[in-house]
C-alpha cells in the first residue's frame, strides 16, 4: 500500500519570502511522485514528478522538490513566493495502477 | 503538454435523473483512465481504474451500480451516475495515463454536478 502525508494544511507566506510545502511518502517499492496545483474552480496541473532519475525535481514557475529516501520526504519549495502562486497544492504518490492523493496544503500569498 | 478534456464542465439536474460525464484524451492514447470525486476544500478521492476493454475497477465503498464506467476507445471513457440525489454533488475528475515516457496522469478540468 502507499500513501501520502502533506503535513501542513494550511501555509500563509508573504510576497517575495520562501515557500516550503511539505509531504511524506510511504510506499513498499520505489514510488513515482508529483506535485500537482489546483487554482480556484480550475483542473489540476501538473507541477513537477520524480521516477527515480535525479533527486532534485525542477517545475514549472520555479518550484522544485527533493526526494529524500532516507526522510520518506519529499518536499516542495519555491525561493520567493509570487501572489499568482495562492492556490491548493496536492502531493501524490503514483503506483502501478493508480494515484494516491495527500489532503492538500491550501497556499495563501500575502501582499 | 498532453490535453484531457472534460464534457459537460457543469452540470445541474434533478433528482432521480441520470448524467453522463466524459472524458476524453485529445492527442494521445490512453489505455487507462481514472475516475476521482473532490469534495469541497478537499482531496480528490479515486473512484475507480478504468481500463480500455475491459471492466472498471471500483475502490471500496464506491457504488458500481451508481458509478458506471465506459471505456470503450483508447480516447474516451465515461461515467454516469445513475439515478441522482444530492449528495451525489460533487466535482468529479477524470485522468488519463500516459504510457510513453514518464508515464505521466493528465488531468481533466473536471465536472462539476450540482443534484437540486
Known amino acids: 500500500a502507499q500513501s501520502v502525508t502533506q503535513l501542513d494544511s494550511h501555509v500563509s507566506v508573504s510576497e517575495g519570502t520562501p515557500v516550503l510545502l511539505r509531504c511524506n511518502y510511504s510506499?513498499?517499492?520505489?514510488?513515482?511522485l508529483f506535485w500537482y496545483v489546483q487554482h480556484p474552480n480550475k483542473g489540476l496541473q501538473l507541477l513537477l514528478k520524480?521516477?527515480?532519475?535525479?533527486?532534485l525535481v525542477k517545475g514549472i514557475n520555479g518550484f522544485e522538490a527533493e526526494f529524500k529516501k532516507s526522510e520518506t520526504s519529499f518536499h516542495l519549495t519555491k525561493p520567493s513566493a509570487h501572489m499568482s502562486d495562492a492556490a491548493e497544492y496536492f502531493c501524490?504518490?503514483?503506483?502501478?495502477?493508480?494515484?494516491?492523493f495527500g489532503a492538500g496544503t491550501r497556499l495563501t500569498v500575502k501582499p | 503538454g498532453a490535453v484531457v478534456s472534460q464534457h459537460p464542465s457543469r452540470v445541474i439536474c434533478k433528482s432521480g435523473t441520470s448524467v453522463k460525464i466524459e472524458c476524453r484524451s485529445l492527442?494521445?492514447?490512453?489505455?487507462?483512465m481514472f475516475w476521482y470525486r473532490q469534495f469541497p476544500k478537499q482531496s480528490l478521492m479515486l473512484m475507480a481504474t478504468?481500463?480500455?476493454?475491459?471492466?472498471?475497477?471500483?475502490e471500496q465503498g464506491v457504488e458500481k451500480d451508481k458509478f458506471l464506467i465506459n471505456h470503450a476507445s483508447l480516447t474516451l471513457s465515461t461515467l454516469t451516475v445513475a439515478s441522482a440525489h444530492p449528495e451525489d454533488s460533487s466535482f468529479y475528475i477524470c485522468?488519463?495515463?500516459?504510457?510513453?515516457?514518464?508515464?505521466?496522469?493528465?488531468f481533466g478540468p473536471g465536472t462539476r454536478l450540482t443534484v437540486l
Open positions: 492527442d494521445f492514447q490512453a489505455t487507462t
Open positions: 520524480y521516477t527515480s532519475a535525479a533527486t
Open positions: 510506499s513498499s517499492y520505489s514510488p513515482s
Open positions: 478504468s481500463n480500455e476493454g475491459s471492466k472498471a475497477t471500483y
Open positions: 501524490v504518490v503514483s503506483g502501478a495502477n493508480d494515484m494516491r
Open positions: 485522468s488519463a495515463r500516459w504510457s510513453g515516457p514518464g508515464d505521466t496522469q493528465y
